[in-house]
C-alpha cells in the first residue's frame, strides 16, 4: 500500500491480542471482520469428520486472513488458530467495504495474493495426490525456508518453532512419521535443531 492508502487503513483498524494456541474464530462461523498479522504465527486449518485436522498454511508478520468471507458474504472456510502469542489488527467488515469503494486499486492487490494462494493449494492438492510424504516435508521445509528463513553460520534457519504435529498438520501425515523423517535427515546432515530451531543447511 501507499502512505495514502496505510493512513485511511490506520483510522479504521483497532488492535487485537491472542495467546498461544487460542482460537480466533471457527469454520462455519460468520464473517464480520479481516485481520492483518503485526506479530506472531496463525494456523489456518480444516478439520475432517474422523476429528483429524489438515493444517493448510501458517501465516506470519503482515499476513492477512478473513477476507474471503467479507468479500463472498458466505461463512468461514477454515478455522483460526494463534500458535504463538499473536498480535493483530482488525477491520471490521462495514469500514473495509468503505475502504475498497474508496480505494479500488486495493481490490486488485488483494486479488494478487488471493490467486497466489490459489496457486499454493493447487501445490498442495498435487503434492497430497502424486508426491510421497517424504517429498511433502522437504516442500514443506523449503516453502518455510522461504517465508520465515535467515541466513547463519550453519545455514538457513526457520525463525518459527514448528513442533512436529504442526509439521505433520501441514504435510498430511501423522507426528510419528514426521519425527522419524526429521531424524533421518539430521542423520543424514541436511538439517540440524538448535533450541527448538530447525536449520537447513543443504542447498
Known amino acids: ?3 495514502k492508502e496505510l493512513e485511511e487503513l490506520s ?10 494456541n487460542e482460537i480466533i474464530f471457527l469454520e462455519g462461523e460468520v464473517g464480520d471482520a479481516i485481520y492483518l498479522i503485526l506479530d506472531g504465527l496463525i494456523k489456518v486449518f480444516r478439520t475432517v469428520e474422523s476429528g483429524r485436522e489438515k493444517t493448510l498454511a501458517l501465516l506470519g508478520q503482515w499476513d492477512f486472513f478473513g477476507e474471503m468471507a467479507l468479500l463472498d458474504k458466505s461463512v468461514r472456510s477454515a478455522s483460526i488458530q494463534a500458535i504463538k502469542t499473536s498480535q493483530l489488527l482488525v477491520i471490521d467488515r462495514e469500514k473495509f467495504n468503505n475502504l475498497l469503494l474508496k480505494f479500488p486499486q486495493i481490490s486488485l492487490k488483494i486479488i494478487v495474493t488471493l490467486s497466489n494462494r490459489l496457486r499454493e493449494a493447487n501445490n498442495q492438492i498435487k503434492a497430497l495426490t502424486f508426491k ?22 550453519d545455514g538457513i534457519v526457520i525463525t518459527k518453532k514448528i513442533t512436529h504435529q504442526e509439521l505433520a498438520n501441514l504435510v498430511g501425515t501423522t507426528r510419528e512419521t514426521i519425527t522419524k523423517l526429521l531424524n533421518e535427515l539430521i542423520e543424514g ?10 536449520i537447513l543447511i543443504d542447498e
Not at 132 to 153: F, I, P, T
Open 132 to 153: 510421497s510424504v517424504k517429498e511433502r516435508l522437504h516442500l514443506v521445509l523449503l516453502d518455510l525456508a522461504d517465508r520465515y528463513g535467515e541466513e547463519s553460520k
Open 189 to 198: 546432515g541436511l538439517i540440524i535443531v538448535k533450541k527448538r530451531y530447525l
Open 1 to 3: 500500500m501507499d502512505d
Open 11 to 20: 483510522k479504521i483498524t483497532y488492535q487485537k491480542f491472542y495467546d498461544k
